[in-house]
């Protein structure tokens, strides 16, 4: 079956109905060729299965498998998965990242409670960011980390933000260095040699065209506002 993913098309047969679920609102059935083409075996899928949580089912562990290949196959597209909870916001997309158990998602549900339909979730663990013609734009995958949210939606990237947890909120302007060691570690770097000096070449590229913020917060609603007043422009 082929996908329209981040404007590549991309042929993979899921067997599970979580992956078949979650990747049919990104069917593709125009003429273009495959540009990436994933095939796992059952014994790859198992073998990952065995290596997490106890309890997570065949289903995830398929979503799982696929997303990291996925994640890899797309770096010589100028594109990068990242780990994190994309929103739209008046026509830009808008990510944010963070460690696990911080809550990404949870401030992204802030944004949805405090500023209401003019949020969409366009995906709230795997969305891909694409360097097209030197500017950014965020995309949908159908690879939803468990969450559910997994919407086919592009838009051009207007910031990403990486959490920290504080008692109180401030943002500011990440510095060169945390932005790398940050991406690198939110997105694919278990990469060949080859494929990591494309991979800095494509954060380099990134670095030029969109704004990097650091946002310290609380759970309080507040924490939406100061972090829709420090990077929308």
Not at 131 to 157: C, E, H, Q
């Amino acid at each position: 079956m082929k996908y329209l993913i981040a404007d590549l098309v991309t042929e993979f047969e899921p067997k599970h109905s979580n992956l078949i679920t979650l990747a049919k609102p990104f069917e593709y059935f125009g003429d273009r060729k495959s540009d990436i083409s994933i095939s796992l075996s059952d014994e790859y899928i198992n073998s990952m299965l065995k290596r997490m949580v106890s309890g997570t089912s065949i289903g995830a562990a398929e979503e799982f498998s696929y997303a990291g290949k996925f994640c890899k196959s797309i770096i010589k597209f100028n594109a990068m998965l990242i780990h994190s909870s994309a929103i739209e916001y008046n026509g830009k997309a808008y990510l944010f990242s963070a460690d696990s158990g911080v809550g990404k998602s949870t401030h992204t549900a802030l944004w949805r409670k405090a500023f209401g339909n003019d949020v969409k979730m366009i995906n709230d663990d795997k969305p891909v960011v694409r360097i097209i013609d030197g500017k950014a734009v965020a995309y949908g995958t159908p690879f939803d980390g468990g969450s559910g949210i997994a919407n086919n939606i592009s838009a051009p990237l207007g910031a990403v933000v990486f959490i920290e947890r504080g008692e109180s909120n401030s943002i500011r302007k990440a510095e060169t260095s945390e932005i790398i060691k940050k991406l690198y570690f939110s997105t694919a770097h278990f990469v060949s040699r080859n494929t990591a000096d494309k991979m800095l070449t494509n954060f380099e590229s990134l670095l030029l065209c969109t704004d990097f913020y650091i946002l310290t917060c609380n759970m309080d609603i507040s924490a939406a506002y100061t972090a829709r007043n420090g990077i929308v422009k």
